[in-house]
């Protein structure tokens, strides 16, 4: 496989699914950073999803990021379409994100010719059965880097089997300017409620979040709770039955697609990410650049970003009482969570924008193009 050319600037594509996932808000932020860099041309490239809005893609578009849809309706035609791409843009390097999308975009990689091949990914417990880690780590022999989008899926990755000498972590960032007001009203002017900004979905847990207020209720604390996040009709379904069960109507609201997260997030006391796993949550560190105080369930992707006492509070996860406790903690002492919360948000600032994962990415990927010719991808 060849090297690009001197001087040439290095192209770049991202692929990633269509349905607009914590995987596609970093591949969007990756391409965007390119934007800027003269370096760097990159490409997105959407795996096309019945249930993603056209809209949304268009804005892309005439935001001036350049973006193609591939087909999604079977593997071998998403494979068949990238192949098309990848000849046509003539990329030095394809990162392939999530699960399974890493799967299908490197064999296209592969088929085209791609000089240089990366899989990131973005949660620590993917569906692998036998037969797709086989795949995976077939394909990781062909690999130049595997990302873990935090330390913790690094490990798992590691625990997988996958080769250490190309695993790496490089942890996802977020857009700060949104947050730059946070500062402007002070935690104690806040609403002392809580907000929980997470779709609904297996891997969340709502529950245990709804349980908790109750338990809250009982120990005279009624905060209002927003649920913020769209989902799967089921999920959302089964906890809003909860509610009714529970007598929370009262307390508790779903919002649904809330295109003002910043705001709703800025001008509340309390964050909750209630689940079951993660990779890296955006809108945990979302909450922290807030200035928020933050309780987390105490799993993987989640224990790595947020320092009990430090920065937030970690709770055993699906334990509503453990949650009920840190929280009435938080409510019943603001100082004490504000001190948390301003911890939160400098870590935030410091370590998670997109301009520091930008510039992780950067390096790794020109890192990989310059040893190309020492240590070729078969």
């Excluded at 914590?22 to 490239?45: K, S, W």
């Excluded at 035609?77 to 394809?94: E, G």
Aim: proline share 4%; with cysteine.
């Amino acid at each position: 496989m060849g090297v690009r050319a001197e001087g040439r600037p290095l192209r770049v594509i991202h692929f990633v699914t269509g349905g607009f996932s914590g995987a596609t808000q970093v591949a969007v932020e990756l391409v965007r950073a390119a934007v800027t860099d003269p370096g760097m041309e990159a490409l997105l490239v959407l795996r096309r999803k019945r249930q993603a809005d056209p809209a949304r893609v268009e804005a892309l578009r005439q935001e001036g990021l350049a973006v193609e849809v591939v087909q999604g309706w079977s593997h071998i035609a998403t494979v068949l379409d990238l192949v098309r791409v990848c000849r046509r843009f003539k990329p030095d390097v394809l990162v392939a994100h999530g699960f399974s999308e890493h799967l299908w975009g490197r064999y296209a990689g592969l088929w085209a010719k791609v000089p240089a091949l990366v899989h990131v990914e973005h949660n620590s417990r993917e569906r692998y059965s036998w037969w797709r880690l086989a795949q995976a780590k077939w394909l990781a022999q062909r690999t130049a880097a595997i990302i873990g989008c935090s330390e913790g899926v690094k490990e798992r990755l590691l625990e997988l089997g996958f080769p250490a000498d190309r695993t790496m972590a490089i942890p996802n960032g977020i857009k700060l300017a949104p947050f730059v007001a946070a500062d402007a009203t002070p935690y104690a002017d806040r609403t002392p409620g809580i907000v929980m900004s997470a779709r609904f979905a297996r891997q969340k847990d709502h529950e245990t979040l709804i349980r908790a207020v109750a338990l809250l209720r009982d120990r005279g604390l009624t905060p209002p709770v927003m649920l913020a996040g769209v989902g799967k009709r089921r999920y959302r379904e089964r906890a809003e039955q909860l509610v009714r069960e529970l007598a929370l109507s009262q307390q508790v609201q779903f919002l649904g697609h809330c295109p003002t997260v910043p705001a709703l997030l800025m001008s509340h006391q309390v964050f909750v990410l209630s689940t079951h796993y993660e990779g890296m949550p955006l809108a945990m560190v979302e909450a922290m650049a807030a200035g928020c105080a933050v309780v987390g369930s105490a799993v993987v992707g989640v224990k790595e970003l947020l320092r009990d006492g430090v920065d937030g509070r970690l709770v055993a996860h699906a334990d509503a009482a453990a949650l009920a406790h840190a929280l009435e903690e938080l409510l019943r002492d603001p100082s004490r969570a504000s001190a948390l919360a301003q911890q939160a948000r400098e870590r935030a600032l410091r370590d998670f924008g997109v301009a520091v994962m930008a510039e992780r990415y950067g390096n790794c990927l020109r890192s990989i193009t310059k040893h190309m010719a020492e240590r070729p991808v078969a």
